[in-house]
Structures are given as structure tokens and as C-alpha cells.
């Protein structure tokens, strides 16, 4: 195992832009904006093309926002983790005493 | 796709560019998610492998977007680029389709520009055909170009999605909508709108006169393109005729009625008479005139040229008492409804002023015809035959115009000739062989 640097707190706050990585992918609007497109020319081969568009894009753009929200959450825990472990490593350490009784 | 004019009314050319916009808007929304994240990573001061993992991470998400970006910029300008071509057109169109609608013409849902049926004199309707077929072409490379950007719009936006691995296919080009009608620049659609103009023409009422003198009324009926129907109504007691099955007719007073129609060079094309519950049908065909009678008591008479000819199976119990010419109500026949023997009727024709539909007793013989040929097992007599007679019944119907429909095949056929000179033709050569 190499070498590990980390800031809990950092670590959380990372986790909530990424939390808000994956919200903004997920709400970006992009199977809307091609429903806004088929709406314009009923009847059209554009709507015929944007309709089926709007239901393509869906399933993707949700699975990309389930990465982050994914990688968010394990960093998240991960934070929690490093500083329980390191909480307890002092704790245990700090029991320890040093010198004549 | 080529919208007909109630589609294309349905469309909202203005916001088409602000809605392919939106589409670029929202992947750039992605990526900039991406960004926020892979920054907020790159500031983070983390080592260790859960440090390498996430970068990794990250940075296939940075990636995603990225392509995601360029997906939807190309889409995007797919869509703005054919709304660009929409909204040069459409305003067009608008103005074009105002202008020809503020006088005598007015543009049918098809993008056929008619003639309004008013009172108009044999001049005037000529001039105005000359006008719309003017208004026409310059109508029509601006509806072809409605087609060919929306086209230009699925294609692109087909052929991106077909290139990127991220989405699932879209479903295949044939599956799209057709036309719906037929392509305005192409010799196919001029057709159809000729004869779309032609057939109105022909059976819209442009001036009506009326005479009388004792024992005699007669009813003139000008259409838009110049033939007439001349309804007679006499009394048969004043004349010694000659019955049409053999013998002599009633010498005592019976009122009889005619109606002769003339195409636009003054040639008499059809007559149908009536008189004492028997009925004569008389259409000009290339080789002469056919003749079918019906005496009193039902019995048919077919003859060509003076000479009797077999009809086909059927035709005789079917021509004098069809059932579309009673859907289609008398006015446009001016045949009275609901009898077995229908006769012209004069209520009916009372009916018919100026600006009214009307195509005469010959519109519910050749549908009858057509419908007994069409029942029977030659293929090429169904073929010969569902030219122009499909296409008046379709025009009577409302049908006319529909893509790649009747007129077509009907315009094909007809050439340069009247419009209702091709029906007697048909008639004739299905009776006669």
C-alpha cells in the first residue's frame, strides 16, 4: 500500500460537488430539449426522429448520473471511515501509558 | 416530409431554433458538471490509491462528457440549421398564401391553389386559371423546401445518433412519415395539381341562366372551366320520339327531362334522359357514342354506335340506382334519391346555384361502372378503367388529392385531354371491350 494523505473534511466537501455533478447531469434537460424539438413540427420527420431522440437519450443520462452520485457516496463513506479509523488509532494510542505507575 | 397545409399550420418554426439550442444548452449543463467535479478532485490534497481510483474515475466521467458535448453540439446544429431554412420559408409561404387569399383564389390543403366558386364570367375564370397556375409555381418550391429542411433536420439527426455508441439506435429511415403530398416540383405532383384545379374547375357552377316558354324551362349551368350542362325540362306530348327500346313514345302529354352536358369546346359529351319511368344514358367514348337504356320495367339496353353490346355482369342492375350517388345526395348528380329509378330531378336542381358543386348524371354512372368492373376478375379491365372514373369518385367522395391516390394515376392517363372526355372514354371501353 503506497503512501495515504487525506482530509476527511476535504473529502466531504468534494463528495457533495460531486453529489451535485451527478444532479446537474441528471437534470441537464437533454431528453426535454429533444421533446421541446418533436413538439415544434407535429407530424414532421423531425418529430418522428426527436421523439424516439428524447426516449434514447433517457436511460443513458440517467445511468451517468448514478456513476457520480455512486462515486460520491463511496467517497463520502470513505471520509467517515479514514477519520473513525484515525479516531480510534488516537483513542487506542492515547490509552497507552508511558512511565512509572 | 412534405406538410399538407394543416400540418404545416400546426408548426412552431420560430421556437425550433430556440428548442435545438436547448440541446446543446443541456450537454453543456453536462459538462460542466464534469468540469466542477474533476476540479474539485484536482484542488483535493489526497494520495493514496482510493486518491488514484477516483481520479480514474473522474476522469472516464470528464471524458463521457466531453462526448456528450460534441454529440449534442452536432445535433444542435443540425436542428438550428434546418430551422434556418424553415424560417426563410414559412414567412413566405405565409405572405405568398395571404396574397392569393385576399382575391378570387384560395389554396387547398394540398397546396393547390383553386379558384373560389363565385359568379364568374367565362373570361375571368380563365384568367384566374392562368393566375393560379402563376401563384402556383411560385408556391411550390417554397412548400418542397419545407420538406427538404425537415428532411435535412431527421437525417442529420439520424445519422449522429447512428455514429455515437452512448444511445441506442433510432428507428430506421423508412419508418419515417411520407410526404404528405406529392412532391410539388416533381412531374408527378404538377400533375396532380392541374388536375386537381381542373377537376374543381369542371364541376364548380360559374354562371346560371334560366328560360322557359310554354311546355319548356331550361336551366343553364356554366362551370369554371367552361362546359355546360343544359337541363331541359318539356313536355313530352308536343313530340313524336322514338322509345329507346324499340317502338314509339307516348303520344300523350308525359314530362320529360334532360340534361346534356358540353365540354368547354361546345361538344356535346353526355346526355341523360328521362321520361315515363325509363331512362337513357348517352356518353361520348373515343369510338362513339354508348348508349345504355333502362325501360320502365327495368329491362337494360346497351349499344355502341346504334350497334347492342353484352355489358358486363352486374353493370346493368347497378348503373341506375348506385348507391355512392345517393351518398353523394342529388345535388351533385341532380338525381332524385331514394327512388329505384332515379330520374333528374328538378328539386335537386334547384339546388344548384352558382359557386355550387355539380358533375351531372354521367358522375353517378361512371362510378357505378367502375365499381362493377372493378368487382370483376380482369385485372385489366380494373386497370384500364380506374383512371379518371376512380378519380371523380374520389373528387365526389372528397378524396381528391390524397398522396399518390386516384388523381395521380388519373392524371397519368389523361394528358391534355377534358377532364370528363377520359370518362366516357373509360366507360366505353369497359362496356364494349
Known amino acids: ?101 | 416530409m412534405i406538410p399538407d397545409r394543416s400540418t404545416f399550420n400546426t408548426w412552431d418554426v420560430a421556437g425550433l431554433s430556440g428548442a435545438g439550442g436547448e440541446v446543446e444548452n443541456s450537454v453543456k449543463r453536462m459538462k460542466k458538471a464534469a468540469d466542477d467535479a474533476r476540479d474539485a478532485l484536482s484542488e483535493l490534497n489526497w494520495e493514496g490509491a482510493a486518491a488514484g481510483a477516483a481520479s480514474s474515475v473522474f476522469g472516464d466521467l470528464f471524458v463521457e462528457s466531453v462526448i456528450w458535448e460534441s454529440f449534442g453540439e452536432d445535433v444542435s446544429r443540425e436542428i438550428r440549421s434546418g430551422a434556418r431554412r424553415l424560417e426563410s420559408a414559412a414567412p413566405k409561404i405565409k405572405f405568398l398564401v395571404g396574397a392569393i387569399e385576399s382575391g378570387p383564389l384560395y389554396v387547398d390543403n394540398q397546396w393547390v391553389v383553386m379558384l373560389r366558386p363565385v359568379p364568374m364570367s367565362r373570361n375571368w375564370a380563365k384568367t384566374m386559371a392562368l393566375t393560379a397556375a402563376n401563384f402556383q409555381n411560385q408556391l411550390n418550391p417554397l412548400v418542397k423546401e419545407l420538406g427538404e429542411a425537415d428532411e435535412a433536420i431527421a437525417t442529420g439527426t439520424h445519422g449522429r445518433f447512428g455514429r455515437t455508441d452512448r444511445v441506442g439506435d433510432l428507428p430506421d429511415l423508412r419508418r419515417s412519415p411520407r410526404d404528405q403530398v406529392p412532391d410539388p416540383m416533381s412531374e408527378e405532383g404538377l400533375a396532380h395539381q392541374d388536375q386537381t384545379r381542373a377537376l374543381a374547375m369542371a364541376t364548380t357552377v360559374a354562371e346560371r341562366t334560366e328560360s322557359s316558354e310554354p311546355g319548356k324551362r331550361t336551366v343553364t349551368l356554366t362551370m369554371q372551366d367552361g362546359s355546360k350542362h343544359v337541363y331541359t325540362d318539356f313536355d313530352a306530348y308536343h313530340r313524336r320520339l322514338e322509345h329507346p327500346l324499340g317502338g314509339f313514345g307516348p303520344t300523350h302529354p308525359a314530362p320529360m327531362q334532360r340534361v346534356e352536358m358540353f365540354d368547354p369546346s361546345g361538344k356535346k359529351v353526355s346526355s341523360y334522359q328521362s321520361w315515363s319511368g325509363a331512362t337513357r344514358v348517352m356518353l361520348l367514348t373515343e369510338d362513339g357514342w354508348l348508349s345504355v337504356d333502362q325501360g320502365s320495367r327495368g329491362e337494360i339496353l346497351v349499344m355502341k354506335d346504334g350497334v347492342e353490346v353484352d355489358p358486363p355482369p352486374g353493370l346493368a342492375e347497378e348503373l341506375f340506382s348506385h348507391p355512392k350517388a345517393t351518398v353523394l345526395g342529388g345535388a351533385i348528380t341532380a338525381l332524385e334519391e331514394g327512388t329505384k329509378l332515379p330520374a333528374v330531378s328538378d328539386k335537386a336542381l334547384q339546388k344548384v346555384h352558382v359557386g355550387a358543386r355539380f358533375a351531372g348524371p354521367g358522375l353517378a354512372i361512371g362510378m357505378a361502372a367502375y365499381d362493377v368492373i372493378s368487382a370483376a376478375p380482369e385485372d385489366k379491365c380494373v386497370a384500364a378503367f380506374s383512371g379518371i372514373s376512380s378519380a371523380v369518385g374520389g373528387y365526389g367522395l372528397g378524396l381528391a388529392g390524397a398522396s399518390g391516390g386516384p388523381l395521380t394515376a388519373a392524371a397519368a392517363g389523361v394528358g391534355g385531354s377534358w377532364v370528363f372526355g377520359y370518362l366516357g372514354k373509360k366507360v366505353g371501353e369497359m362496356v364494349c371491350g
Open chain 1, 1 to 101: 500500500m503506497s503512501g495515504v494523505k487525506v482530509d476527511p473534511d476535504l473529502l466531504r466537501g468534494f463528495a457533495g460537488i460531486a453529489e451535485g455533478s451527478g444532479a446537474a447531469v441528471g437534470s441537464c434537460g437533454l431528453s426535454e430539449a429533444f421533446a421541446r424539438v418533436a413538439a415544434c413540427l407535429p407530424g414532421s420527420e423531425t418529430a418522428f426522429y426527436a421523439s424516439a431522440a428524447a426516449d434514447a437519450v433517457r436511460e443513458p443520462i440517467r445511468a451517468l448520473a448514478s456513476c457520480y452520485a455512486t462515486a460520491a457516496a463511496a467517497t463520502r463513506t470513505a471520509a467517515g471511515v479514514y477519520e473513525a479509523t484515525d479516531d480510534e488509532l488516537a483513542a487506542d494510542l492515547l490509552k497507552i501509558e508511558v512511565g512509572p505507575e
